[in-house]
């Protein structure tokens, strides 16, 4: 694993392995990203790739500068990352803190395709496909996901595309959180996807204060979770005091590394199917390498046919790995494990769990 220390601006870019082809992850922006955090989610984009048979390494970094900073700030980093894009060395996502728009300059170097930028109702289809692969992946391994109650903590861009396919699994949507807070459906009914995609594009993360249903802290989501519990807002959220009181069946992940260790131990003990992070979010790698992934070129390279492969490719996946005498999330781990050995002599140090 590598540092790259930024020379324009107080920042920094992780790449978790040497030669691999080529890099890519997530780089957020904020008055201070620990590295300890970038490491983490640079080892979860590593085993993606290996999962889905990429020989390329995750990334991951960060640029610490206060609001007032920003724009100079942003337009250091993409001056000197231009050259590293350019040559496929390392391609960054927006993360927290980091737009589309502000990478923007980057697009005409990235190989990748641009179709994982096109936005309906501003979600993007990489975001699209992640809240539309935790729930396939959810639905696999349960085998459906018909009639179950289905909660959403961190409902972002990708949650709201996780509840519209909730919506299509035939589930029941029990309750979205955001920061803003947790709103729980009314008695004997369940939260109207289409209302939580209308009312996040009118409102963003404040659109749970909009819905027909009780608002109250955002907290209480843990509470409301008794099934199946998609979580997604930040690293560590689900740690080992939250998985004490939870009694779900499944849980899926709308971002990377959400719970711990600890979290997971205590999970599996009480018979939950803990699903990799690394599974659930591998559809957006088929937005960006629909070729390579997909077998898709020119105008075979639709939304629909990549949700299609991507949807496919998951369901696949978790079926393979989620029997496992381990658990789901060690039984992926040793298949994306196996790949990795195809080209690296050592396997790196660590899987992809909070501490």
């Given at each position: 694993?590598?540092?790259?220390?930024l020379?324009?601006?107080?920042?920094?870019?992780?790449?978790?392995?040497?030669?691999?082809l080529?890099s890519?992850?997530?780089?957020?922006?904020?008055?201070?990203?620990?590295?300890?955090?970038?490491?983490?989610?640079a080892?979860?984009?590593?085993?993606?790739?290996?999962?889905?048979?990429?020989?390329?390494?995750?990334?991951?970094?960060?640029?610490?500068?206060?609001?007032?900073?920003?724009?100079?700030?942003?337009?250091?980093?993409?001056?000197?990352?231009?050259?590293?894009?350019?040559?496929?060395?390392?391609?960054?996502?927006?993360?927290?803190?980091?737009?589309?728009?502000?990478?923007?300059?980057?697009?005409?170097?990235?190989?990748?395709h641009?179709?994982?930028?096109?936005?309906v109702?501003?979600?993007?289809?990489?975001?699209?496909?992640?809240?539309?692969?935790?729930?396939?992946?959810?639905?696999?391994?349960?085998?459906?996901l018909e009639?179950?109650?289905?909660?959403?903590?961190?409902?972002?861009?990708?949650?709201?595309?996780?509840?519209?396919?909730?919506?299509?699994?035939?589930?029941?949507?029990?309750?979205?959180?955001?920061?803003?807070?947790?709103?729980?459906?009314?008695?004997?009914?369940?939260?109207?996807?289409?209302?939580?995609?209308?009312?996040?594009?009118?409102?963003?993360?404040?659109?749970?204060?909009?819905?027909?249903g009780?608002c109250?802290?955002?907290?209480?989501?843990?509470?409301?979770?008794?099934?199946?519990?998609?979580?997604?807002?930040?690293?560590?959220?689900?740690?080992?005091?939250?998985?004490?009181?939870?009694e779900?069946?499944?849980?899926?992940?709308?971002?990377?590394?959400?719970?711990?260790?600890?979290?997971?131990?205590?999970?599996?003990?009480?018979?939950?199917?803990v699903?990799?992070?690394?599974?659930?979010?591998?559809?957006?790698?088929?937005?960006?390498?629909?070729?390579?992934?997909?077998?898709?070129?020119?105008?075979?390279?639709?939304?629909?046919?990549?949700?299609t492969?991507?949807?496919?490719?998951?369901?696949?996946?978790?079926?393979?790995?989620?029997?496992h005498?381990?658990?789901a999330?060690?039984?992926?781990?040793?298949?994306?494990?196996?790949?990795?050995?195809?080209?690296?002599?050592?396997?790196?140090?660590?899987?992809?769990?909070?501490?």
């Open positions: 694993m590598g540092t790259r220390k020379a324009g601006t107080d920042g920094f870019v992780i790449v978790d392995l040497d030669g691999a080529g890519s992850g997530v780089m957020r922006l904020a008055p201070k990203i620990l590295p300890s955090g970038a490491r983490e989610m080892r979860s984009a590593t085993y993606t790739f290996a999962a889905v048979g990429m020989r390329r390494s995750g990334a991951s970094g960060g640029i610490n500068t206060r609001p007032d900073g920003r724009e100079g700030a942003v337009e250091a980093f993409v001056a000197e990352c231009a050259p590293w894009v350019a040559a496929g060395e390392f391609l960054p996502d927006a993360g927290k803190g980091l737009n589309a728009a502000d990478l923007a300059p980057l697009q005409s170097h990235d190989p990748r641009p179709i994982r930028l096109s936005a109702g501003g979600i993007s289809l990489a975001e699209r496909l992640a809240g539309s692969g935790a729930v396939t992946a959810a639905a696999a391994a349960l085998d459906g009639g179950r109650r289905v909660v959403i903590e961190g409902c972002g861009p990708a949650g709201v595309s996780a509840a519209a396919a909730v919506a299509e699994q035939g589930a029941v949507l029990a309750g979205v959180a955001t920061e803003k807070g947790f709103c729980g459906a009314p008695v004997g009914a369940g939260l109207d996807a289409a209302a939580i995609g209308e009312a996040w594009a009118a409102h963003g993360p404040s659109f749970v204060e909009h819905l027909d009780a109250s802290a955002p907290g209480d989501v843990w509470a409301a979770a008794d099934d199946v519990l998609l979580v997604g807002s930040k690293m560590g959220v689900l740690n080992h005091q939250v998985a004490a009181g939870l779900v069946s499944a849980v899926a992940c709308l971002h990377p590394i959400p719970f711990t260790t600890r979290a997971l131990v205590i999970l599996q003990a009480a018979g939950s199917v699903l990799a992070d690394f599974l659930c979010l591998a559809g957006p790698l088929f937005a960006a390498w629909p070729r390579e992934l997909a077998g898709l070129d020119g105008d075979a390279v639709t939304p629909e046919a990549i949700e492969a991507a949807t496919g490719a998951i369901t696949n996946l978790v079926r393979e790995t989620a029997g005498s381990e658990g999330f060690l039984g992926a781990c040793h298949h994306a494990e196996s790949f990795l050995a195809t080209w690296r002599d050592q396997l790196p140090f660590g899987r992809p769990l909070a501490a």
